[in-house]
């Protein structure tokens, strides 16, 4: 996670990815708010508990994976906490060409600028990349596999892309 050196999601755009799962996910129940300013999110009282606050960590993950990799689609929608809800982009989608491709990045819009496209620094190669680990995380998960053995192939990549001191 996180090589936005190299064309990857930074931390701030998974922490988004996170929250607006919780948001929308199915079986949610909107465990989150929509958040449109910082003071505005501070000052509402907390949710009462939903089916999200029932489930451990590990099922959550796994819901997260099943959502980002199966019900998701990544190109008629935006990731946008400050709407909590599945919507068409409401910024202009960032596309990256390829000799003959044309790819649509994902759109993670941030909700105190919602100028910034927190995906403009993907590849297609990052984009491609995104959707197989999910794909794979997701496939992983369906058959409970251990954490390391999730892990495993994304430390290995990881480790060759990295400078050698």
Request: proline share 7%; hydrophobic share 40%; net charge negative.
């Amino acid at each position: 996670i996180a090589h936005v050196n190299t064309g990857h999601l930074g931390e701030y755009a998974w922490a988004l990815l996170t929250i607006f799962f919780l948001q929308v996910a199915p079986g949610s129940d909107a465990a989150l708010p929509p958040i449109t300013s910082s003071s505005e999110f501070e000052a509402r009282q907390a949710a009462p508990a939903t089916d999200c606050a029932l489930k451990s960590t590990a099922e959550l993950f796994q819901h997260f994976m099943a959502f980002y990799a199966k019900d998701f689609n990544w190109k008629r929608e935006a990731v946008s906490v400050s709407l909590a809800r599945r919507a068409p982009p409401q910024i202009p989608v960032h596309f990256i060409m390829d000799e003959d491709e044309k790819e649509i990045a994902p759109t993670i819009e941030d909700p105190f600028d919602l100028t910034k496209k927190l995906s403009g620094c993907m590849t297609k190669s990052s984009v491609d990349s995104l959707h197989k680990e999910l794909g794979r995380a997701h496939e992983l998960c369906a058959r409970k596999a251990s954490l390391s053995e999730l892990l495993e192939p994304w430390a290995a990549a990881e480790m060759k892309q990295l400078p050698k001191p």
